[in-house]
């Protein structure tokens, strides 16, 4: 079974700081997502990777940066954090583009910015 | 713009119930709707579609596209309250790149 893990369940950050999401999937996927989640709005695309160095910006990429330096890892970077980026964020990966493969999700990182 | 619409938003239903959850979309590079179900932590997937007119099925759900009136339903016969969850609609598009666009969600309660 393939395995999505997200570092924190939880984590509660102050204004300002500089704020880390890990994700790691264990089976070999190429393609790596980040969404936030909101009540009322879905799942809304931060950004996603296809390769390894390779980023593309989703729907909602203002405030946020990511980094892929190996295939199995991808760290999503709240450069300086704010309250409207307190959200739920769920870390995905799939096989390779194109090729019919559903997202295989972590169980989330709940972040609060105080 | 591209979008995936879901509905209802809510909905609360007996054990043994049917339930008929809608996905309607508008997306210009259409490639594949996924119907994901969403606990308590990770959505988990239950069904890929790509096809117009072939029902997939597991169990009690089942689930069917439309690709000319561009909907996808999702059925869930014989409720029960581990149905109770968020249903999630994505649609995979290939405009350049690929990336899946979500709806909002329906929120089913089954009570006992």
């Known amino acids: 079974d393939v395995k999505v893990t997200q570092s924190s369940r939880y984590l509660v950050k102050r204004t300002g700081e500089k704020v880390f999401l890990e994700c790691v999937q264990d089976?070999?996927?190429?393609?790596m997502f980040w969404y936030r989640q909101d009540p009322g709005l879905g799942l809304r695309l931060i950004y996603f990777?296809?390769?390894?160095?390779?980023?593309e910006k989703g729907d909602i990429p203002e405030g946020y940066s990511v980094s892929r330096e190996k295939k199995e890892r991808f760290s999503l970077i709240l450069e300086s954090a704010s309250t409207n980026q307190t959200s739920m964020y769920l870390c995905?990966?799939?096989?390779?583009?194109?090729?019919?493969?559903?997202?295989?999700f972590g169980d989330g990182t709940r972040l609060s910015i105080l | 713009e591209d979008k995936v619409v879901q509905s209802p938003l809510s909905l609360v239903v007996h054990e043994g119930d049917t339930v008929t959850l809608n996905c309607s979309y508008e997306v210009t590079n259409f490639r594949s709707l996924l119907w994901y179900k969403q606990e308590k932590k990770a959505p988990t997937f239950l069904f890929m579609l790509?096809?117009?007119?072939i029902e997939k099925k597991s169990g009690r759900l089942s689930s069917i596209l439309d690709k000319k009136e561009l909907f996808s339903i999702l059925n869930i016969t014989a409720t029960q309250t581990g149905d109770s969850a968020i249903y999630l609609c994505?649609?995979?598009?290939?405009?350049?790149?690929?990336?899946?666009?979500f709806g909002t969600g329906t929120r089913l309660k089954v009570l006992a």
């Open positions: 995905a990966s799939s096989l390779r583009l194109g090729g019919h493969q559903p997202q295989h």
């Open positions: 990777s296809y390769d390894v160095k390779m980023k």
């Open positions: 089976m070999d996927h190429e393609n």
């Open positions: 994505a649609v995979e598009e290939t405009s350049g790149t690929y990336k899946y666009i």
């Open positions: 790509t096809s117009s007119g």
